[in-house]
């Protein structure tokens, strides 16, 4: 058959066609064991972070533009927790989410971590089971906490969350996640409003360079 335009044109069109319907069809048979997974990660964290419980109850609301989802825990007709899908922009490799667990008196049960790309060795260590920053919240209602304008503050900001070492960035993240939580847990649980809570996270100019690997404490 001549070569024409119109030839090459219907085979690059049926190729990418089928090319289409394979990406389709992966995705199809992906996203359910995907979704499924997901799900139950976040089944898994809701019982890392509350005390025992039958049943959940969310809500999600909105903080600094961000999705914020509240999950109420109950046994019986009793509350007995409530769990916080939080997140912060803040972090050095990206987004930052954690669920943090309050019983209903707002002392902090646990906290973890769903999601972060932060340097490995550094920030990643706020996974880490006891690491500084859970060790400073962790059985303690952050009322209590020394607190600056109002919010958790790693000490380096005049707080008393004690940071991952050599990764202020990382850690100044996880405050701000977990100071969504507890502005979504007071207005869940006792009603009160949601206020402004950007917590001290150094924010980047246009003009500011980003930090180096290995200096995030500087």
Same mark, same amino acid.
């Given at each position: 058959?001549?070569?024409?335009?119109?030839?090459?044109?219907?085979?690059?069109?049926?190729?990418?066609?089928?090319?289409?319907?394979?990406?389709?069809?992966?995705?199809?048979?992906?996203?359910?064991?995907?979704?499924?997974?997901?799900?139950?990660?976040?089944?898994?964290?809701?019982?890392?972070?509350?005390?025992?419980?039958?049943?959940?109850?969310?809500?999600?609301?909105?903080?600094?533009?961000?999705?914020?989802?509240?999950?109420?825990?109950?046994?019986?007709?009793?509350?007995?927790?409530?769990?916080?899908?939080?997140?912060?922009?803040?972090?050095?490799?990206?987004?930052?989410?954690?669920? /943090?667990?309050? =019983?209903?008196? *707002?002392?902090?049960?646990?906290?973890?971590?769903?999601? +972060? %790309?932060?340097?490995? &060795?550094?920030?990643?260590?706020?996974?880490?089971?006891?690491?500084?920053?859970?060790?400073?919240?962790?059985?303690?209602?952050?009322?209590?906490?020394?607190?600056?304008?109002?919010?958790?503050?790693?000490?380096?900001?005049?707080?008393?969350?004690?940071?991952?070492?050599?990764?202020?960035?990382?850690?100044?993240?996880?405050?701000?996640?977990?100071?969504?939580?507890?502005?979504?847990?007071?207005?869940?649980?006792?009603?009160?409003? /949601?206020?402004? =809570?950007?917590? *001290?996270?150094?924010?980047?100019?246009?003009?500011?360079? +980003? %930090?180096?690997?290995? &200096?995030?404490?500087?």
């Amino acid at each position: 058959m001549k070569s024409t335009l119109l030839n090459m044109t219907a085979v690059l069109f049926g190729i990418t066609l089928v090319a289409s319907a394979g990406v389709g069809a992966v995705n199809l048979i992906t996203a359910e064991p995907i979704a499924q997974a997901e799900l139950a990660a976040k089944n898994a964290a809701l019982e890392q972070v509350l005390p025992a419980f039958e049943a959940t109850a969310s809500e999600t609301l909105t903080i600094d533009e961000l999705p914020i989802t509240v999950y109420t825990a109950t046994s019986g007709d009793a509350t007995v927790g409530y769990a916080v899908e939080t997140k912060s922009k803040q972090g050095f490799g990206g987004v930052v989410s954690l669920m /943090v667990g309050f =019983t209903p008196e *707002g002392e902090v049960v646990n906290v973890n971590v769903l999601k +972060q %790309a932060e340097t490995p &060795g550094l920030g990643t260590k706020m996974a880490d089971e006891g690491n500084p920053l859970l060790a400073s919240i962790r059985g303690q209602r952050l009322e209590d906490k020394k607190l600056v304008d109002g919010r958790l503050a790693v000490a380096k900001d005049g707080g008393d969350v004690d940071a991952l070492t050599a990764a202020t960035i990382s850690s100044r993240a996880y405050v701000d996640a977990v100071n969504r939580a507890w502005m979504a847990y007071k207005s869940v649980a006792t009603g009160a409003g /949601v206020a402004d =809570t950007a917590s *001290g996270a150094t924010q980047q100019t246009a003009n500011e360079p +980003q %930090a180096q690997e290995g &200096g995030e404490n500087e």
